[in-house]
């Protein structure tokens, strides 16, 4: 089992950066494959990224392409997700999650593991 905690939310203006952290706890951290979700007002949670294990692969929705970028540090047992070039469209509460598929998992079921979410809010 493992245990995510996100942070690093907020509220920034349009076109704005943040960086989003997830800390891990609890079974090795580099034997899941990460991901991050969003979930904007009146809307269904959505994939945004993923990272394989190692690090060495990432996936990412188109909407967030060249903007959003995923990485993690296995030694410290963090997740990243380095968002610039932020839109008011972006605005969601974003989740990182853990999953035991291999491959590319995107759908919500193949995450077993969440974290509670962390708020991020656009200003135009």
């Known amino acids: 089992q493992v245990h995510l905690v996100e942070s690093g939310g907020g509220l920034v203006q349009a076109g704005g950066s943040l960086r989003l952290s997830c800390a891990a706890s609890g079974r090795t951290f580099s034997s899941y494959v990460m991901g991050w979700f969003r979930q904007a007002p009146g809307k269904e949670r959505e994939f945004v990224a993923l990272i394989n294990r190692s690090g060495g692969n990432t996936y990412y929705v188109d909407s967030v392409k060249g903007r959003f970028t995923i990485s993690r540090d296995n030694p410290k047992n963090t997740l990243y997700l380095q968002m610039n070039s932020l839109k008011p469209e972006d605005t969601a509460v974003y989740y990182c999650?853990?999953?035991?598929?291999?491959?590319?998992?995107?759908?919500?079921?193949?995450?077993?593991?969440w974290g509670q979410g962390t708020q991020v809010t656009l200003s135009s």
């Open positions: 999650a853990a999953s035991t598929v291999l491959g590319i998992p995107t759908r919500q079921s193949d995450y077993a593991y």
